[in-house]
């Protein structure tokens, strides 16, 4: 092979594949070049110069820019199975994701780590594993599965294994707890992913001291622009729920921009259709002033670089020939895309051999009664989760609610609703309860599967009666989302894989999430993704206050609080 990259190269023989007449973004000068490219194999092998191909395509002067990374995701979040998120981004442009697959190991643990393994060796992008860390991801939730130090040290070397995934339990790192060390010992001189929201002063020093890398939890201008300064990556995100872009695209000029990436984390079917995928975020950061050059930079090479990916993220010779050509360079509009020197079509993913998911039910849980969500107090005051639209942290609100009986009520009319996590891993029935602001609900309760990060059950209603009625649908479906009003199901999605994942193609997800994005509004609420915003209100490491089924947690002391 390398003999024929030389002769390739040299012209002495056709290239396997040319691109003519495109104009290549140069990402280290930051213009646009002219000039054939030419590739052998996976390989390209020359540029800037002319050559003849055996086969040929006229790119009819659109623009090439290299294949999209994004920086962090989870791909159960976008709720199909790996090889249908491989479908539904990589015509998109996005070549190569790195995941962290902790939602299926929550639940399910070497077995969901082994399947998206196994189906990483399958996809036709590049799809990289990293090594669960926080498996729990705190000790304040009851998760379905645990992963030490042990079970992930014997995956380090795995082909598609880059390093340890976002370490969260940034306390446990503080407080040298034994088994956090253990990890980060463990891979050191790996890569190491962050996860540190807000994070600041010696806290972070003692962080970053212990090799971690990156942060995708970064959402103001100052909190990124000191991690900048301390070495650390800042991978910007937007996601269906986390839309951090706005307040960070500032960070991004061609100085800066070696040392950041883009990352989606959490984004369903219905936003990737609608919206894009990481080509949203390039054409959203260019729209909000960005310099253009360094957007692709960040979108490619930095987040190449910043992984330890050094053969992608330039058009240059020896790269891999992972190309994506424009129609227009400031709005993104992708119109081809190469992965491996070939061009994505819908016959590429019929050579796929993926794994089989598991079929078997997760909700081990037995049917609820109403009664069970009821919250006995001595008074009508009590902490309140409030929603901050747009983000995943959350203000630790008081309130009055209403008080008769000796409990406290959801007060719907003053948009007080109640919420509750029942554990569904048959470990002990725990039930959470509190109270919430922000959902609108007038009526009726919507309840979910997908709860970050220990993936209990989740539902949040305007009374007791509709809340054990969708959970109890829920049980049914194996998992998902429901939405119920007046003793009805209104609307639903089957997420049947660990709670987590529909087994159909991302087409019918879409839709099913149009129907219940369609009933939520009516029942009154205002936010664009409620279920997703549902699933982050039980992740006791963004801050300020969260809900697990061991009940209402103080994020920034850690603690358990009297609700």
């Not at 000068?29 to 194999?41: K, V």
């Not at 999430?513 to 609420?525: D, F, H, I, Q, Y």
Request: glycine content about 10%; some cysteine.
């Amino acid at each position: 092979m390398l003999e024929r990259r030389i002769d390739q190269a040299l012209g002495r023989m056709p290239a396997d594949l040319v691109i003519r007449n495109a104009r290549v973004l140069d990402l280290v000068t930051g213009e646009l070049r002219a000039g054939d490219i030419a590739i052998c194999g996976d390989r390209i092998v020359g540029t800037l110069d002319s050559y003849s191909g055996m086969r040929e395509i006229d790119a009819k002067g659109r623009v090439a820019v290299p294949g999209f990374i994004d920086s962090h995701v989870h791909c159960e979040s976008t709720l199909v199975v790996p090889g249908e998120f491989d479908r539904c981004v990589l015509p998109r442009g996005t070549t190569t994701a790195i995941c962290d697959p902790h939602e299926i190991c929550n639940v399910l643990g070497l077995e969901g780590l082994k399947y998206f393994l196994d189906s990483a060796l399958e996809t036709a992008m590049d799809l990289r594993v990293q090594l669960s860390s926080c498996v729990p991801a705190t000790n304040l939730e009851t998760s379905g599965a645990r992963l030490t130090v042990d079970d992930l040290v014997p995956h380090r070397h795995h082909p598609k294994v880059i390093g340890l995934a976002e370490f969260m339990n940034v306390p446990g790192v503080l407080n040298k707890d034994p088994e956090c060390l253990d990890k980060l010992a463990a891979f050191e001189g790996q890569h190491i992913d962050g996860h540190a929201p807000l994070l600041s002063g010696r806290s972070l020093n003692a962080y970053l001291a212990c090799g971690v890398r990156n942060c995708h939890e970064t959402t103001n201008l100052k909190e990124g622009r000191e991690k900048l300064s301390k070495g650390m990556q800042v991978l910007i995100r937007e996601g269906t729920v986390s839309k951090d872009l706005t307040a960070l695209a500032p960070l991004i000029n061609e100085f800066t921009s070696p040392f950041l990436g883009f990352c989606t984390d959490d984004r369903n079917p219905l936003d990737i259709l609608e919206e894009g995928h990481v080509d949203c975020l390039v054409r959203r950061a260019i729209a909000l002033g960005a310099p253009v050059a360094a957007v692709y930079r960040t979108a490619s090479w930095s987040a190449a670089r910043g992984f330890g990916l050094r053969d992608r993220g330039l058009i240059a010779p020896g790269f891999l020939a992972d190309i994506l050509l424009l129609d227009d360079l400031e709005t993104c509009a992708v119109s081809m895309v190469l992965r491996n020197g070939r061009e994505v079509t819908a016959e590429r993913f019929e050579d796929r051999t993926l794994p089989a998911p598991s079929v078997a039910n997760s909700m081990q849980l037995r049917p609820v009664e109403a009664r069970q969500f009821a919250v006995p107090a001595s008074g009508p005051s009590a902490p309140v989760i409030g929603i901050v639209p747009g983000k995943i942290l959350t203000e630790h609100l008081q309130a009055s609610l209403i008080y008769r009986d000796g409990e406290r009520h959801a007060d719907p009319a003053n948009d007080l609703l109640k919420i509750c996590i029942v554990e569904r891993h048959g470990r002990n029935g725990n039930i959470g309860r509190g109270f919430v602001k922000g959902f609108g609900l007038l009526h009726g309760a919507l309840a979910s599967s997908v709860g970050h990060d220990s993936h209990n059950v989740c539902v949040v209603g305007s009374n007791d009666e509709d809340m054990a009625l969708a959970v109890n649908r829920l049980i049914e479906l194996g998992g998902g989302f429901v939405a119920v009003q007046g003793g009805v199901v209104g609307a639903e999605l089957a997420l049947p894989f660990a709670g987590l994942m529909s087994l159909d193609a991302f087409e019918d997800v879409r839709h099913k999430l149009e129907a219940l994005r369609a009933a939520v509004r009516l029942m009154g609420c205002p936010l664009a993704d409620p279920f997703l915003q549902l699933a982050f209100l039980q992740l006791p490491v963004i801050p300020h206050l969260k809900i697990t089924d061991f009940g209402m947690v103080d994020v920034d002391r850690f603690a358990l609080i009297d609700s």
